[in-house]
C-alpha cells in the first residue's frame, strides 16, 4: 500500500525557516516524482514544484522560488521541503504528493505550518 | 501560467440530482485535466484523470467532459458522500495550476 507520511504541524516565528518531511512506502521511492502542494485555509491549491529523487532534478514553480527548497534523501525514502524567511503569507497546509499516472493519485496528510509570534 | 476558470464558486443540490462542474482553460491543454474531491480536514482525492478517465474505486456517477478548452465535471445521482470541495488541474505544463473550487452542499 501506497503511503506518504508527513511531519508533525509547525508554529514558528517571521523570518524563520522550517523544514517538512514526506517519508514514503508501499512503492519504488525513486521511481515517481514527489510533488509539493499549498493550501491556504479556505482557500485553492497551489503546485510548489517537483523534485525526481532518481535524478535529483527539481522543477519550481517560479512564484516558491527562492522561498522553497525540495531535496530528497533516498537513503531514507524521505522527500524534504524547506521554507524559508517566514512570514504571514506562508502560514498554510503543505501537501506532498506523487504522480503514478501523471496526476496526484497519492497523498500525504497535510502538514499546517502557522507563522506567528 | 495556463489559468483555470472554475464555475460555479458552490453549489447547492437534493440527493439524487445530478450537478455539472466546469472549469475553462486559458489555452489548450490536450485533455490533461484531472478532477479531485476534497473533505475538511482531509487531503484531496483523485477523481477522474485525462479529463474523463476514472480513477480506481471512484464511483461510476462520476464522470468527465471536454469541449474544446472548457472541461466538465458531472456527478449523477447526489449522495450524501458527495459533500466536499471539487477542483480541477491541468498537468500539460508547469507550473501545474488549479481552480479556485467548487464548493458542493447537499440541501
Known amino acids: 500500500e501506497v503511503k506518504l507520511q508527513q511531519s508533525g504541524d509547525e508554529l514558528v516565528r517571521p523570518g524563520a525557516s522550517v523544514k517538512i518531511s514526506c517519508k514514503a512506502s508501499g512503492y519504488t521511492f525513486t521511481s515517481y516524482s514527489m510533488h509539493w502542494v499549498k493550501q491556504r485555509p479556505g482557500q485553492g491549491l497551489e503546485w510548489i514544484g517537483a523534485?525526481?529523487?532518481?535524478?535529483?532534478?527539481?522543477e519550481y514553480n517560479q512564484k516558491f522560488k527562492g522561498k522553497a527548497t525540495l531535496t530528497a534523501d533516498k537513503s531514507s525514502n524521505t522527500a524534504n521541503m524547506e521554507l524559508s524567511r517566514l512570514t504571514s503569507e506562508d502560514s498554510a497546509v503543505y501537501y506532498c504528493a506523487i504522480t503514478t499516472t501523471g496526476y496526484f493519485d497519492y497523498w500525504g496528510q497535510g502538514v499546517m505550518v502557522t507563522v506567528s509570534s | 501560467d495556463i489559468q483555470m476558470t472554475q464555475s460555479p464558486a458552490s453549489l447547492s443540490a437534493s440527493l439524487g440530482e445530478t450537478v455539472s462542474i466546469e472549469c475553462l482553460a486559458s489555452?489548450?491543454?490536450?485533455?490533461?485535466l484531472a478532477w479531485y474531491q476534497q473533505k475538511p480536514g482531509k487531503s484531496p482525492q483523485l477523481l477522474i484523470y485525462y479529463a474523463s478517465s476514472l480513477q480506481d474505486g471512484v464511483p461510476s456517477r462520476f464522470s468527465g467532459s471536454e469541449s474544446g478548452t472548457q472541461y466538465s465535471l458531472e456527478i449523477n445521482s447526489l449522495q450524501p458522500e458527495d459533500e466536499g470541495d471539487y477542483f480541477c488541474?491541468?498537468?500539460?505544463?508547469?507550473?501545474?495550476?488549479f481552480g479556485a473550487g467548487t464548493k458542493l452542499e447537499l440541501k
Open positions: 523534485i525526481i529523487p532518481i535524478i535529483d532534478t527539481t
Open positions: 489555452e489548450d491543454i490536450y485533455s490533461n
Open positions: 488541474q491541468q498537468s500539460y505544463k508547469f507550473p501545474y495550476t
